[in-house]
């Protein structure tokens, strides 16, 4: 074939033609100048960023006529053999097809034998990471202690695949990502050469689609004159490409921050019926909201980019959108672009993504609206204690409550403290069940109270966190009360869900249907005391019987032994 593809014949011949890693290049160049080389080097960093090239280019210029030297001369016969690839002394090797034990072993064998036409014997091993462990194995003591005339250079995308020991014999070199303007620079070269008519913007578009990589933007500079002939435009681009026109894209952008769900759901399938995928549709659209966010956070640095924002989107709705919205749909559509590689149908993610955009969910309504709400109330609140004050500022000389109503209040207030006053003023002693309480019901609640915190903490954290703040203290059949220290934990735990949740906890712990009583400490102090009142006569008469049941059972032992061992034997003593 008499063509060649343009990324083959704008490959890099010296160190200076490499763009967009000079602080590579620049290293390179200063250690051939000054003899420092090293045995072995890695280049690591993303595909299309000249790895294998300056891999090459290190290998002529070591072992050019006239060098070493910072650039090769590319004109002798060892240049020329070199970037032919017919040196014998300069092996390339893939390691993706290579990466067994034994084509290591071949290696280390003939690393013995001196170069037959240069200096150097360079081995040049490409995705070195596809080595095999045993393989690396292998390689080690000779990357390590090579002999004086060869040289290792090891290429790879995924260095954090390669084990530490091979890293720590190397110099290792970081390649980037190369910028945008530098990609367009070339292409305009290389456009000029061929002496097509461009645009800018279709030089932009074959750049941000090459994602950093210069082997990628001249594979699409190809195919694109391929398709459009001398002239380069950018529909051409994004024809090429499958990318979606910017008007396009941007109107879909302004109907999802209006939040208009059927303007950007018609906008979708009249994109999906020109032949756009889904999944380019989302990757799409996620860069459109990142230029925005760039352009509203760091307008300069949007400008160097070239981006385009500004052009399609309406200037009011840009102003609007705040940067805190635009983070959070980002979030959004990059969990969606995660979530396009576990379903079949994309178009349907696509959808249901676009309508969660432009529709937040009815959780988040219901939460606003509820917030709103207490808002509301606890300014009206603020604005009635504001006027209460006022009115009590205004009445205090003249309404103010006199000593001996204040007296006969802290009297009510020392009646209502003692212990029999409770008897008649508490709720809970006047229903039923606080009389039927019991110690023994108590004491098997108590034992299992810990596994019941247990269940309530699996089901639902916060809550145990809430219940950790009482104690049972009265138990009957089918009621249980607990005592609470503070106010705010009874509220949350006497809600309606709360206490279904940790009655039927209970019935699964104890094997029977509780209901669940509350109190405060206070309260059941008091409540106590009336209770131990009310049955003093009570324990009273079951001390006594108690004690007679004691008195008949010491008279029946006297009996026994009398029985058993004879008058004779037995001495009765009165004490």
Sequence with gaps: ????????????????????????????????????????????????????????????????????????????????????????????IDAASNRGVDEIRDLRDNVKYAPTEVKYKVYIIDEVHMLTTEAFNALLKTLEEPPRHVLFILATTEPYKLPATIVSRCQRFNFRRIP?????????????????????????????????????????????????????????VLHVTGSISYEALYALLQAVIQQQSKSALEQLNDLIEQGYEAERILQDLTYAFRDLLLLKTAPKLGQSQGLSVQEWVDQDVIQNCSTAKLSEILDQLIYFQQQMKFVAHHRILLEVALVQL???????????????????????????????????????????????????????????????????????????????????????????????????????????????????????????????????????????????????????????????QTVMVAEWKKLKASIQEQRGTKEEAVTVEKKTDNSDQGNDIVKRAVALFGTDLVEISSD
């Design 1 to 92: 074939m008499s063509y060649q593809a343009l990324y083959r014949v704008w490959r890099p011949q010296r160190f200076e033609d490499i763009v967009g890693q000079e602080h590579v290049t620049g290293t390179l160049m200063n250690a051939l100048a000054e003899g420092h080389l090293s045995h072995a080097y890695l280049f690591t960093g993303p595909r299309g960023t000249g790895k294998t090239s300056a891999a090459k280019i290190l290998s002529k210029a070591v072992n050019c006529i006239h060098g070493p030297r910072s650039e090769p001369c590319n004109e002798c016969e060892a240049c020329r053999r070199i970037t032919e690839g017919s040196m014998m002394d300069v092996i390339e």
């Design 358 to 516: 432009c529709e937040p969910p009815e959780v988040v309504k219901e939460a606003t609206a509820s917030a709103e709400l207490v808002s509301a109330h606890i300014k009206k609140l603020e604005e009635r204690i504001a006027r209460l004050e006022k009115q009590l500022q205004r009445q205090a000389p003249t309404s103010g409550p006199s000593k001996a109503d204040a007296f006969s209040s802290l009297d009510q207030q020392k009646e209502e403290s003692k212990p029999g006053a409770s008897l008649t003023t508490s709720p809970l002693f006047k229903t039923n069940w606080v009389q039927q309480a019991s110690l023994e019901q108590l004491r098997r609640v108590r034992s299992a109270w810990q596994e019941i915190m247990h269940q309530v903490k699996r089901e639902r954290v916060t809550l145990h966190a809430w219940l950790i703040d009482c104690e049972p203290v009265l138990a009957t059949k089918d009621v249980i009360l607990v005592a609470f220290r503070t106010p705010i934990h009874r509220r949350t735990v006497e809600r309606p869900e709360s206490k279904v949740l940790i009655e039927k906890v209970i019935h699964r712990v104890l094997g029977s249907p509780y209901q669940l």
């Design 180 to 236: 945008y303007e530098k990609i367009m620079g070339r292409l305009q070269e290389v456009c000029q050469s061929q002496k097509v008519s461009f645009t800018e913007s279709a030089l932009l578009a074959i750049a941000r689609a090459a994602d950093g990589g210069m082997r990628d933007a001249l594979s699409l500079l190809d195919q694109s004159l391929a398709f459009a002939g001398d002239v380069l435009d950018e529909e051409t």
